[in-house]
């Protein structure tokens, strides 16, 4: 069921993919649980790319062939999921862990998978979609979910799957930002970070595309009972990329692999990676054609405007426009509270910071150092003391959350001793062989870059004290960090 002999693993480097997981994703955010998760909890307005990758590293871990990885991948899932519940706007209860919910996830990826074959004019056969549908339930079980929340046999799955169409889904405020709102404002990768023209053009134009893309090949009773528009050609459009997609497998082997497209969206000019060298080069290259393009060819406004008000704050877009305006920064390496406020601290970007902000720093930390217990509850207990310090010292109106106004107004009141905790644990848990201090490879694998491209030139560890001191600097609001600023606030 599992490792390179699956089916699963064959679909994983297929460019189709792509498009199947966007569409996989709206399906599970119209279900009205995960939609409420998403907007109450999730980083993928925000910080998708980082969501992305960490998604694809969860599937190739509990895909692969090691079954030690792929129980330690389960355990980190669960322990992830057990923290997300809570009720939506309705007053309507949702929670991660429920089975029901977790199966639709499962299914949508299944039947996205199916689908994207069929309108690439590949279709299954039904021994390699019961193949395809024996691993996704073992991927269920993986997780330590009972049988009988998926249906164990084909076409009892299809009878299941319309039944949640048509009975189930909804168009939550989930779905409406992922169709009207992330692909327009969506923020660039690391590679591309320091080149907002470039990046706006093309999202200019693969924005609305992706979009409609996605909606033709959504199930036609969700698309009707959600009132979601039916654009002309959009049908053709949509085939047209499904079977361009699918000409990526007379590729040579090994030219699309998934990971080494996420690595290079990731590489920074700081990156210790050796390709990091020619990417600069490259990007140099690409701001020179920027700046030429934009003096003869003028950008056009962001779309989506009109579901902002709704939906929160057009986070990717307003850093994208701040740039091409030019400085605003009194001087360079320092940010104002607001910019430290919506860069770092607002993880969900809804304009407000509350524990789903904290809770998601805890995630990404722990992600990144590939935590187990006890080490990561410690990481999130310290995390959810901090924020029990901010809201006693900050949230001046008692509404549960801090908004950018109540922030600006009490920054010195950020680095209390909740905070100085945060970084001590931390620092423990980075200190992986407990010698207290942090030496070239443990400084990697939090900060996924090496000394010599942060640390002063001939520092070749890094001290209890000197971390600490860094890491509150940091969270205070003001300076800029090389190490620290794409760990929390890249895209």
């Known amino acids: 069921m599992f490792g390179p002999d699956s089916q699963f693993h064959r679909f994983f480097d297929d460019p189709r993919w792509a498009l199947a997981v966007v569409r996989a994703t709206v399906l599970e955010a119209a279900h009205p649980q995960v939609g409420a998760a998403l907007i109450d909890n999730s980083t993928f307005v925000a910080h998708p790319w980082r969501r992305l990758r960490n998604t694809l590293v969860s599937l190739q871990r509990m895909f692969g062939p ?27 209860a949702y929670d991660a862990m429920d089975p029901e919910v977790r199966a639709w996830v499962v299914a949508t990826l299944f039947e996205s998978s199916v689908t994207m074959c069929r309108l690439s004019g590949q279709p299954l056969d039904q021994a390699t979609m019961a193949r395809l549908y024996a691993e996704f339930l073992a991927y269920l079980a993986a997780l330590g979910d009972k049988g009988g929340h998926l249906p164990p046999t084909l076409p009892e799955f299809w009878k299941y799957y319309d039944r949640v169409v048509e009975e189930e889904l909804e168009n939550t405020d989930a779905v409406r930002v992922i169709l009207y709102k992330l692909f327009d404002h969506l923020p660039a990768p690391p590679l591309l970070d320091g080149l907002p023209t470039v990046w706006a053009a093309g999202r200019a134009l693969a924005g609305p595309v992706i979009g409609t893309i996605t909606v033709a090949s959504l199930p036609e009773p969700f698309r009707r009972r959600a009132g979601l528009p039916e654009t002309p050609g959009a049908q ?24 080494s497209v996420t690595n290079l969206l990731y590489l920074t000019p700081d990156s210790a990676d050796p390709q990091a060298a020619t990417l600069n080069a490259l990007r140099d290259q690409v701001k020179r054609a920027g700046a030429l393009f934009r003096l003869v060819v003028p950008l056009p ?81 310290a995390f959810a003391a901090w924020w029990k310090e901010l809201q006693s010292d900050i949230d001046i109106d008692g509404d549960g959350r801090i908004s950018a106004e109540e922030y600006a107004a009490a920054v010195p009141s950020l680095a209390g001793p909740a905070l100085i905790r945060v970084a001590e644990v931390l620092f423990d848990v980075t200190d992986a062989d407990g010698n207290q201090v942090i030496d070239a490879e443990e400084y990697r694998a939090l900060f996924r870059t090496g000394f010599r491209r942060t640390m002063t030139d001939g520092e070749v560890r890094y001290s209890r004290s000197a971390f600490v001191q860094d890491f509150l600097s940091f969270m205070a609001g003001r300076a800029r960090s090389t190490a620290y600023d794409p760990l929390l606030s890249e895209a």
Do not use: C, K
Request: charged share 35%; proline share 5%.
């Open 236 to 259: 053709t459009l949509m085939q047209g990329a499904y079977m361009a997609a699918g000409l990526a497998r007379f590729l040579p082997e090994g030219w699309v692999r998934t990971e």
């Open 66 to 92: 090691d079954e030690h990885i792929r129980q330690r991948e389960a355990a980190r899932l669960n322990r992830l999921h057990a923290r997300l519940s809570g009720t939506d706007a309705q007053n309507r």
């Open 301 to 381: 406004g962001p779309r989506g405007h009109e579901h902002d008000e709704d939906l929160g704050p057009a986070r990717g877009s307003e850093q994208d426009r701040d740039r091409e305006r030019g400085p605003v920064r009194a001087e360079a390496g320092t940010r104002s509270a607001a910019e430290f406020f919506t860069e770092v601290l607002d993880q969900t970007g809804d304009g407000y910071l509350d524990w789903p902000d904290l809770a998601a720093m805890a995630r990404e930390l722990s992600s990144r150092l590939d935590l187990d217990e006890p080490e990561e509850t410690r990481l999130y207990n």
